[in-house]
């Protein structure tokens, strides 16, 4: 009787232990979609936007730092008539380090300079902030975008920062610590 009830425990103690093996394993093994904190982080940003000043009246503004460096204070382009309209006819940045251009999910579709008369950077990023590349962006005031040239990221990103020339920092897209 008591090897039997010996045979029993053990087999419950080895039934349980497997039990909370497999438990961990699962938990902490899942391959699921959730989203890394960095995107939640960034994409908590761009949602809670406040309205921007001139030059930037009807857009909204965020905070949010590249490569660690400074804040940036960036008008937000999160529609599409607004990601379209950018950054043209807006030679003067007013208090504004450039614009974030925020899009619902990932994209690969190009920018041009058509209507702008002064030279940006770009950087692409996706959703968690990693960098995908940047690029110069040379002035094209002619209005027909099919004469100007077409900038495209490497790959697919969620998010883009123009600045005017040589104040795009580099490194990763990330909210700031101030």
């Known amino acids: 009787m008591h090897v039997q009830r010996r045979t029993v425990v053990v087999t419950l103690l080895v039934a349980a232990t497997i039990g909370v093996i497999v438990g961990a394993v699962l938990v902490l093994g899942a391959d699921d979609d959730s989203v890394p904190d960095a995107a939640v982080q960034l994409s908590a ?20 730092a590249i490569g660690g460096h400074r804040c940036l204070r960036l008008a937000v382009a999160d529609s ?85 020339q040589g104040g795009l920092p580099s490194g990763a897209l990330t909210t700031c610590s101030a």
Request: aromatic share 10%.
């Open 45 to 64: 940003v761009v949602a809670r936007q406040t309205p921007a000043e001139a030059p930037f009246e009807g857009l909204g503004e965020v905070r949010v």
């Open 80 to 164: 599409l008539t607004e990601r379209v309209a950018g950054l043209r006819d807006h030679n003067e940045l007013g208090p504004y380090d450039g614009m974030l251009f925020a899009y619902p999910g990932p994209t690969d579709g190009g920018f041009t300079m058509s209507g702008v008369t002064v030279p940006l950077d770009i950087g692409f990023y996706g959703a968690d902030g990693t960098p995908d590349s940047h690029r110069h962006m040379r002035p094209c005031p002619d209005k027909t975008t099919s004469q100007c040239p077409d900038y495209r990221a490497d790959g697919d990103y969620v998010y883009a920062v123009e600045t005017h």
